[in-house]
């Protein structure tokens, strides 16, 4: 009787080497090891859906839901918003003229008015926004034309852009800057408010053009070069982008910090939008410290200086007025969202409860023996 070797490396899976010729050939197993592991013995949790675990379920995150998605929707509602479309398409609006006649080669700025009114008080803080549609930031070429290390201060960078900014890294054989093509296109139209009183008088709405831009974006990714107060000495050597009027350092010559890369309202820019339908911030108007509205109702001028067309890519520009509350800007879609699972979940817990009322008990008594 032949007597058979155990051995414990073989139930583990090690197989013992084979020897071939020279006596030191091996032959490798790809058997798993005899592991919980490889082997899938793991312990596992499966649950078991029964009518009174999915049922309730279902219930609940109704109930949840729906009350939420009320109060988002409700809030939503309640904020106030205002847009004025002044691209001058049609031949009635008042930026017609401007729209017709202006292009990037303009030398001389084109201004027009645009009346509109308010028939309930904006109160609170009122955000005043640019929107523009049909304008693909979020082209992949578009979104890459830019040199963070040159707007964070680098100045080898400010002498030397990347070549990410092509074709709007040089001007005039000197580098540009800020380089590339979401910087080229920067907004520069000039909107100014007016309030119309009853006996005609205009009244400027102070607009502040400080604070609308990330603090993480002014403070840390946006820096103006060191080693000189005087911006114009730290972009001595450089070239404004092709499509701007002044330079960098011309933005805001008033402000020392609000002018060059930090300018707040180039920072907003740079910042690409993921639609080709947005909005970025334009200015703030604080609340008044007594119980007056913001902005009254009433009549208004939007005074518009048209520096930007949108005629070549068949564009649209618009003013946004716009109150906040704690969710922020006016957008129905999520507690429309929610409204919509909750409705879901409740109606599928009432179909499944019929369901399991007809049914249930009709096949629970099927497998009684009789």
Same mark, same amino acid.
């Given at each position: 009787?032949?007597?058979?070797?155990?051995?414990?490396?073989?139930?583990?899976?090690?197989?013992?080497?084979?020897?071939?010729?020279?006596?030191?050939?091996?032959? %490798?197993?790809?058997?798993?090891?005899?592991?919980?592991?490889?082997?899938?013995?793991?312990?596992?949790?499966?649950?078991?859906?029964?009518? =009174?675990?999915?049922?309730?379920?279902?219930?609940?995150? =109704?109930?949840?839901?729906?009350? /939420?998605?009320?109060?988002?929707?409700?809030?939503?509602?309640?904020?106030?918003?205002?847009?004025? @479309?002044?691209?001058?398409?049609? &031949?009635?609006?008042?930026?017609?003229?401007?729209?017709?006649?202006?292009?990037?080669?303009?030398?001389?700025?084109?201004?027009?008015?645009?009346?509109?009114?308010? @028939?309930?008080?904006?109160?609170?803080?009122?955000?005043?926004?640019?929107?523009?549609?049909?304008?693909?930031?979020?082209?992949?070429?578009?979104?890459?034309?830019?040199?963070?290390?040159?707007?964070?201060? @680098? %100045?080898?960078?400010?002498?030397?852009?990347? %070549?990410?900014?092509?074709?709007?890294?040089?001007?005039?054989?000197?580098?540009?800057?800020?380089?590339?093509?979401?910087?080229?296109?920067?907004?520069?139209?000039?909107?100014?408010?007016?309030? /119309?009183?009853?006996?005609?008088?205009?009244?400027?709405?102070?607009?502040?053009?400080?604070?609308?831009?990330?603090?993480?974006?002014?403070?840390?990714?946006?820096?103006?070069?060191?080693?000189?107060?005087?911006?114009?000495?730290?972009?001595?050597?450089?070239? %404004?982008?092709?499509?701007?009027?002044?330079?960098?350092?011309?933005?805001?010559?008033?402000?020392?910090?609000?002018?060059?890369?930090?300018?707040?309202?180039?920072?907003?820019?740079?910042?690409?939008?993921?639609?080709?339908?947005?909005?970025?911030?334009?200015?703030?108007?604080?609340?008044?410290?007594?119980?007056?509205?913001?902005?009254?109702?009433?009549?208004?001028?939007?005074?518009?200086?048209?520096?930007?067309?949108?005629?070549?890519?068949?564009?649209?520009?618009?003013?946004?007025?716009?109150?906040?509350?704690? &969710?922020?800007?006016?957008?129905?879609?999520? =507690?429309?969202?929610?409204?919509?699972?909750?409705?879901?979940?409740?109606?599928?817990?009432?179909?499944?409860?019929?369901?399991?009322?007809?049914?249930?008990?009709?096949?629970?008594?099927?497998?009684?023996?009789?």
């Amino acid at each position: 009787m032949m007597a058979s070797n155990y051995n414990a490396k073989e139930e583990d899976g090690h197989q013992p080497a084979a020897i071939g010729h020279g006596g030191a050939g091996t032959v %490798k197993n790809k058997k798993p090891d005899n592991t919980a592991f490889k082997q899938q013995r793991l312990p596992a949790w499966q649950p078991i859906l029964t009518a =009174g675990t999915v049922l309730p379920a279902f219930f609940v995150i =109704g109930l949840i839901f729906i009350p /939420i998605g009320i109060g988002l929707f409700v809030t939503s509602n309640n904020i106030k918003e205002l847009e004025i @479309d002044y691209t001058g398409v049609d &031949m009635s609006s008042p930026c017609y003229n401007c729209s017709q006649s202006y292009s990037w080669n303009s030398t001389k700025p084109c201004t027009c008015s645009v009346p509109f009114s308010l @028939d309930q008080p904006f109160e609170s803080n009122v955000f005043m926004y640019y929107g523009l549609s049909n304008f693909y930031q979020n082209h992949r070429r578009y979104v890459k034309s830019r040199d963070d290390s040159q707007l964070n201060g @680098d %100045k080898a960078s400010l002498k030397s852009p990347s %070549k990410e900014c092509e074709p709007y890294r040089t001007s005039d054989e000197k580098p540009i800057a800020p380089c590339g093509a979401i910087a080229n296109s920067l907004f520069n139209d000039t909107l100014e408010l007016y309030y /119309i009183d009853p006996n005609g008088s205009r009244t400027a709405i102070p607009l502040v053009k400080k604070g609308i831009a990330w603090w993480t974006d002014k403070h840390v990714k946006f820096r103006n070069p060191g080693g000189n107060d005087n911006l114009t000495v730290v972009f001595q050597g450089t070239s %404004k982008p092709v499509n701007w009027r002044k330079s960098v350092y011309e933005l805001d010559p008033s402000d020392p910090d609000n002018n060059g890369f930090i300018n707040e309202d180039f920072i907003v820019w740079m910042r690409t939008a993921a639609l080709p339908t947005f909005r970025k911030l334009y200015r703030i108007i604080h609340k008044k410290p007594n119980m007056t509205p913001t902005l009254p109702l009433g009549q208004y001028i939007l005074e518009v200086t048209y520096n930007y067309p949108v005629r070549s890519f068949e564009g649209r520009k618009r003013m946004i007025l716009s109150t906040m509350s704690w &969710m922020g800007g006016k957008n129905p879609f999520l =507690g429309i969202a929610y409204i919509t699972v909750g409705s879901v979940c409740f109606f599928l817990g009432i179909v499944l409860l019929i369901i399991h009322h007809k049914y249930g008990n009709r096949n629970h008594s099927a497998d009684i023996p009789s």
